[in-house]
């Protein structure tokens, strides 16, 4: 198996954290590709990926209160994001669901964005913001603000309770939001706003997510191949008694290497998987 039948197989077995960060992995080669101006050494994205102040830009392009969320301006922009979603994703999914997880990512981007665009308006400021950092920050701050008092292990530090870690993020972001990059800081905080809200909202019982579940399953349904109903048909036959008959099931070999194998994944992650296994599964999933 190459490395790239790996990724592969990573994405299709890794979750809709894995799949998160794949896409923001993605649109940042895409981005390196075609928005990356080598000579300056600067990445300039065209207003309709990134979410502008300007009224005539987000008007005219409403879908980049949403894209904005998976571009980045630089690798270590990425890398620090791509860590920190990768530990919140871990947490929050350890309590909720993949809809959830995937509801709060898109609502919690878009209310950003609107609170980033109202907040240069109002401080008669221009400018455009980019990046996942908003909705990152809403997952880390929804996972605390359920579960606050839940132990982390860091390294050098020890155990650190979850709160300590998001008090330090957001405290920081307040004392950055006038200096450089204000724009980001302001969506960071709408974005942990929006994170401590939803979890309220949802231990009040009204999940937000739901409507994000319902647009997507309503696309899904759309592309989906009509099946044709079953006719029944009704035929009568006569009863043959028969002795009963002892069976016994005997599991395919091959299956059950690969209940095997999903167990073990299921357990301690795909990367606990042997080259051999891999190979396995890559071959039998075709």
């Not at 042997?274 to 999933?285: H, N, P, V």
Request: charged share 15%.
């Amino acid at each position: 198996m190459n490395i790239l039948d790996d990724l592969k197989m990573q994405y299709k077995l890794g979750g809709i954290a894995m799949k998160m960060i794949y896409w923001n992995i993605g649109c940042f080669l895409v981005s390196l590709i075609f928005f990356y101006q080598y000579k300056e050494g600067v990445f300039v994205f065209p207003n309709w990926i990134a979410l502008s102040s300007s009224p005539i830009d987000f008007v005219l392009k409403p879908w980049t209160f949403l894209t904005y969320a998976f571009f980045h301006n630089d690798f270590w922009h990425l890398f620090f994001n791509m860590m920190v979603l990768n530990f919140a994703s871990y947490l929050f999914l350890t309590f909720f669901s993949s809809k959830q997880y995937l509801g709060l990512y898109i609502l919690s981007a878009i209310f950003s964005g609107i609170i980033f665009v109202i907040g240069f308006n109002l401080m008669q400021l221009s400018g455009a913001v980019i990046g996942a950092s908003a909705a990152i920050m809403a997952i880390l701050v929804a996972v605390t603000t359920y579960s606050p008092l839940m132990n982390v292990r860091l390294l050098l530090l020890g155990n650190v309770k979850l709160w300590h870690i998001t008090a330090v993020i957001l405290i920081l972001d307040l004392m950055q939001i006038r200096l450089e990059n204000s724009g980001g800081h302001i969506s960071h905080l709408a974005g942990a706003f929006f994170g401590f809200i939803y979890i309220k909202l949802l231990q009040n019982g009204t999940d937000l997510s739901k409507s994000v579940s319902v647009v997507f399953d309503f696309f899904v349904n759309l592309f989906k191949k009509p099946t044709t109903p079953f006719k029944k048909v009704h035929k009568n036959y006569k009863k043959v008694v028969d002795k009963p008959i002892s069976k016994i099931v005997i599991k395919d070999k091959k299956q059950q290497q690969i209940d095997e194998i999903l167990d073990k994944i299921s357990k301690s992650g795909y990367d606990s998987l042997s080259k051999e296994e891999k190979e396995f599964l890559f071959q039998a999933g075709k």
